[in-house]
């Protein structure tokens, strides 16, 4: 797919600055024609002109575009258009963060070196997402405790109300439609807007898959791996743990993951506590900061007490324990084929790290989602 995509559309070119006009662009082609001439007087004096002719247009086009970019922000903020307008105060105010080049190691000695530093990486995502962390020990304890009193937990009966149908074409239409466009690739290379373009026999070949993996379990390759960028947060950027953590996983695979997820969500609902608002469609916080607000005014009229608890979880997606996952989806009662396909997804997933412009050592992870 990717050769034959090469072949046909060709790869795009560096893109210029948004407020570059063509007008812009045509002073660069005519100062380019004269820098051949800047062996004369003339000619470098008519280069000097040019160069500086660019350099007023590209100052008053930005303003203009400036300009613009906060009157369309003003516009859809007038309209209730959120999303549309904070995301062009992201591109007008999009960070810069200069480049590290050096991260210290586990006993605080920095590392300059880019091989040092991609190894550094590694061995920190590696222990991030392997069962050698104190969380997902006390995790292992705390259920095996519980499980005692609940032998369910861990002793599940086969369910009975499985949805053994394959996946239908349908499906991966409306999964490869809701893929969102300029998001990266994850290790196959393969742009989301590949798959959303490519016709009837993309479609078809993606539906044969999907089924092949529901009725096996068994993943390709590039579907279980996933390439681990990090983002700079605030605090020292030396430091591992002041960063982010993103997988660039395959577009191919968010197609069967979609299905899932869809044919997840009606059980789920049903298992949810009807408090919970945050993760679900239609609902949303606002409402529980109503009601938390409604709570302390009223205590407050009666003076009386009231005691809040805020419970903020580190890396809580990280760190989810696999096992307690299996276990839970089956109490529920989530289908054998569902929970299988789910589990060997995880049981064969690979990270590496992608830092310093290389990829890093392979490595398998066994907490996380």
Not at 206 to 223: D, F, H, R, S, Y
Not at 307 to 315: G, L, M, N, T, W
Request: with cysteine; charged share 30%.
């Amino acid at each position: 797919m990717t050769e034959t995509a090469d072949e046909v559309l060709g790869k795009s070119q560096r893109k210029s600055k948004p407020w570059v006009t063509d007008f812009i662009l045509e002073l660069c082609d005519k100062r380019r024609n004269q820098k051949k001439k800047k062996n004369t007087p003339d000619g470098r004096a008519e280069y000097r002109k040019t160069n500086k002719d660019i350099r007023r247009e590209m100052k008053y086009a930005k303003q203009r575009w400036i300009t613009k970019q906060c009157t369309d922000i003003e516009e859809n903020l007038a309209f209730n258009n959120t999303k549309k307008a904070f995301q062009l105060v992201k591109d007008l105010t999009k960070e810069k963060f200069a480049k590290v080049n050096s991260i210290k190691d586990k006993r605080g000695n920095s590392l300059t070196e880019e091989k040092e530093i991609l190894e550094r990486w590694t061995e920190y995502c590696s222990e991030l997402y392997t069962h050698q962390s104190r969380w997902t020990e006390y995790c292992s304890e705390l259920y095996t405790h519980q499980s005692r009193g609940d032998p369910s937990l861990l002793n599940v009966e086969e369910p009975t109300n499985e949805d053994a149908y394959p996946i239908l074409r349908d499906e991966v239409v409306a999964a490869v439609d809701s893929l969102r466009s300029g998001k990266s690739a994850g290790v196959d290379n393969i742009p989301s807007e590949l798959l959303k373009h490519g016709g009837e026999s993309t479609i078809n070949m993606l539906t044969i898959i999907c089924n092949k993996i529901w009725q096996t379990g068994e993943w390709p390759n590039p579907w279980t791996q996933s390439l681990i960028i990090v983002i700079p947060k605030k605090g020292n950027l030396q430091l591992c743990q002041n960063y982010r953590t993103i997988s660039l996983i395959s577009h191919a695979s968010k197609v069967i993951l979609r299905i899932i997820l869809d044919r997840l969500k009606p059980q789920a609902e049903n298992i949810i506590a009807e408090e919970q608002a945050g993760f679900r469609k239609g609902r949303s916080t606002i409402e529980q900061i109503f009601n938390l607000r409604l709570l302390c005014e009223k205590h407050l009229q009666h003076q009386r007490e009231l005691y809040h608890v805020f419970i903020d979880f580190k890396k809580e997606f990280d760190r989810v324990w696999h096992d307690a996952l299996w276990a839970t989806m089956k109490k529920f009662n989530m289908g054998k084929k569902l929970t299988r396909t789910i589990q060997q997804l995880y049981a064969n997933a690979s990270s590496a790290v992608f830092a310093q412009g290389s990829i890093g050592e392979w490595f398998h992870t066994s907490v996380g989602v």
